[in-house]
């Protein structure tokens, strides 16, 4: 089991930057795939961003070429750089974690999850 705690969100203008860390505690011997999900007010969770092994990545198109997940095993940490910010990228944002690497971009195949953390674009 994991413990997940995000920070790093913000109020930021349209074409403004943030980074977004994830970090990770408990039984971080074992390997798991991890990902970054939002979602809005009225809104179903969504995926956002997903890293399996330091590898293989995968982000929703409408993220892709502006955000980029990493992470630093060292540092039991996971992170996500939003460049480019619009105000349709306003939502909360958690981190999560999974035992096994299935859609990395499925809130449902994910077990361990932060409390979140609150990221606001403006116009």
């Known amino acids: 089991q994991v413990q997940l705690v995000e920070s790093g969100g913000g109020s930021v203008q349209s074409g403004g930057s943030l980074r977004l860390s994830c970090e990770v505690s408990?039984?971080?011997?074992?390997?798991?795939?991890m990902g970054w999900f939002r979602q809005a007010p009225g809104k179903e969770r969504e995926g956002v961003a997903g890293i399996a092994g330091d590898v293989v990545t995968r982000y929703a198109s409408s993220v892709q070429g502006r955000f980029t997940i990493s992470q630093a095993r060292a540092e039991n940490a996971m992170y996500l750089q939003m460049n480019s910010l619009k105000p349709e990228d306003t939502a909360m944002y958690y981190c999560?974690?999974?035992?096994?690497?299935?859609?990395?971009?499925?809130?449902?195949?994910?077990?361990?999850w932060g409390q979140g953390t609150q990221v606001t674009v403006s116009s």
């Open positions: 999560a974690a999974a035992p096994y690497c299935q859609n990395l971009l499925a809130p449902a195949a994910f077990t361990y």
């Open positions: 408990g039984n971080t011997g074992s390997r798991y795939c």
